[in-house]
């Protein structure tokens, strides 16, 4: 796809043409490029046209003078809990959630039961939470020893990418050994196929677990302690020597310390960095008044680790900010400090709190789009048909007030269980107005419109 200049300025007089068509007139269009007051016609499901004075041919007219339009958010990395887990969430309840927060497309994680490991999963799973689905959602195969011989049949069938998990955590997949990471990481080289790595180190972790178990520890706190840094860093140095050789597109999930963003400076390019929102909030202060809700892997850290993470996310180092969208049943997320459930649900705050920070000065507004549309599209090889609002590029917006704010409430919550948001009760500056999908309204100020019309996306296009 060809990407054409991005602002027309003057009247543009847009032919009447049948089928669908919205016109988002007169917000502060904000791409990672920067801002400009302009309108945004969509036709057909794709941007036509970004410039001044659009003469609308359709119907419909969305009035976004004060407001801020961005791309839909791309969240790179989440877990539905389809198929196998759906008492913890499922897709309709996920991208509801993701519909409200702005999040017009989905990349779900493969640990789930069973693990989507192999093409017939992949292909399954495609298919069977299309009528679930209520944003575009991309679909991650496990990396395992058996499938590393054989990716190009998990690509055909349909995976966006690999998702290695190289210590324990939900879902218990066995890591992938070095010399499946030197394969996929080869064929990610070839393909583009991005290879995201949960980098924790699974002897350091069981050793330290057991030895603070043994030694009675049972406070929440426990946990980060368990799964120190150095369990991080060990696998990020890891990672980066095969990257280093191997080339391919690896990312580093919600990186969580300064040491494994060190080594990710360090290799150059090697690797890329995700930082996820529960770690650029949260410490291990937080556990004092939200408890077991912030047990997390990798784990919440002290303060320093998460200035490092916003030095990290100004510089540029830090390239795509995600959910980790990782819910759980409230029981789940209960009682002992060693067995209760690691994840926090995110979706439908991730944008919020990135526009939050903008609003607030931590970052500039311009790096919204760039850290949650498009380089997560870029990871994912769908930029600019995703996470662009460059004309042909699929017609996903959100629109949000500026001036107004959002105090989360449990009923906000579109996730299946709502009680375990560790966000309940947090200040957001800025509120979401309208959440469009391929020009079509799935989001209206507090209720979900439309039904369920998400697509598959592909690294060949929208299935
Ligand atoms: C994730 C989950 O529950 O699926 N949990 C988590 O603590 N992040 C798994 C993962 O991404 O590690
Ligand atoms: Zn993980």
């Known amino acids: 796809m060809r990407i054409e200049p991005l602002i027309y300025r003057g009247v543009r007089r847009i032919r009447r043409v049948s089928g669908s068509e919205i016109l988002v007139r007169g917000g502060r269009v904000l791409t990672g490029w920067g801002m400009v007051e302009a309108d945004v016609l969509v036709r057909e ?11 609308p041919g359709g119907t419909r007219v969305l009035d976004a003078s004060g407001m801020l339009v961005l791309p839909g958010a791309i969240d790179e990395h989440v877990h539905s809990r389809e198929p196998g887990m759906t008492w913890k969430e499922d897709f309709s309840t996920m991208t509801r959630a993701a519909a409200a927060g702005g999040v017009t497309t989905v990349a779900d994680m493969p640990n789930t039961s069973p693990p989507v490991d192999s093409p017939e999963r992949v292909a399954a799973k495609g298919r069977d939470v299309a009528p679930r689905a209520n944003v575009d959602y991309a679909i991650f195969a496990a990396l395992t020893d058996s499938n590393a011989p054989r ?73 980060s302690e368990a799964r120190p ?62 408890g077991l809700l912030i047990k997390v892997n990798p784990p919440v850290r002290t303060r320093e680790h998460v200035e490092a993470l916003w030095r990290g996310v100004r510089s540029g180092l830090i390239r795509t900010i995600a959910s980790d969208h990782a819910p759980h049943a409230p029981e789940e997320k209960e009682g002992d400090v060693w067995s209760a459930a690691s994840g926090i649900p995110g979706v439908q705050t991730l944008l919020p709190f990135a526009v939050d920070a903008a609003l607030r000065g931590l970052i500039r507004v311009e790096d919204v789009p760039r850290l949650l549309s498009e380089n997560p599209a870029r990871n994912l090889g769908i930029y600019p048909r995703k996470g662009s ?57 507090g209720g979900v419109a439309g039904g369920p019309r998400g697509r598959w996306v592909t690294r060949g296009g929208v299935r």
């Open 151 to 223: 990716i190009d049949e998990l690509v055909r069938a349909g995976a966006i990418g690999l998702k290695a998990y190289m210590g324990p955590t939900t879902g218990g997949l066995e890591p992938p050994d070095d010399w499946s990471v030197a394969l996929a990481l080869r064929f990610s080289r070839t393909t583009g196929i991005p290879v995201f790595f949960h980098a924790e180190n699974g002897p350091l972790i069981e050793g330290l677990s057991g030895e603070l178990r043994g030694a009675g520890r049972s406070d929440p706190a426990a946990h």
């Open 229 to 290: 840094p150095v369990a991080e860093e060990v696998e990020v140095a890891r990672i980066a020597a095969i990257a280093g050789a191997m080339g391919g597109n690896a990312v580093i999930a919600h990186v969580s310390s300064a040491g494994a963003l060190e080594l990710i400076e360090r290799s150059r390019g090697a690797l890329r960095a995700e930082a996820c929102a529960h770690h650029l909030i949260f410490t291990t202060e937080d556990y004092a008044a939200r």
């Open 45 to 55: 499901g794709r941007v036509a046209a970004v410039g001044t004075a659009l003469e």
């Open 389 to 445: 609002l460059a004309p042909g590029s699929d017609g996903d917006m959100v629109v949000i007030d500026p001036r107004g704010s959002w105090r989360v409430r449990e009923d906000d919550l579109f996730y299946k269980h709502p009680e375990v948001s560790p966000y309940v009760g947090m200040e957001f500056r800025g509120r979401i107005k309208y959440t469009l999908l391929r020009g079509e309204i799935v989001y209206e100020d």
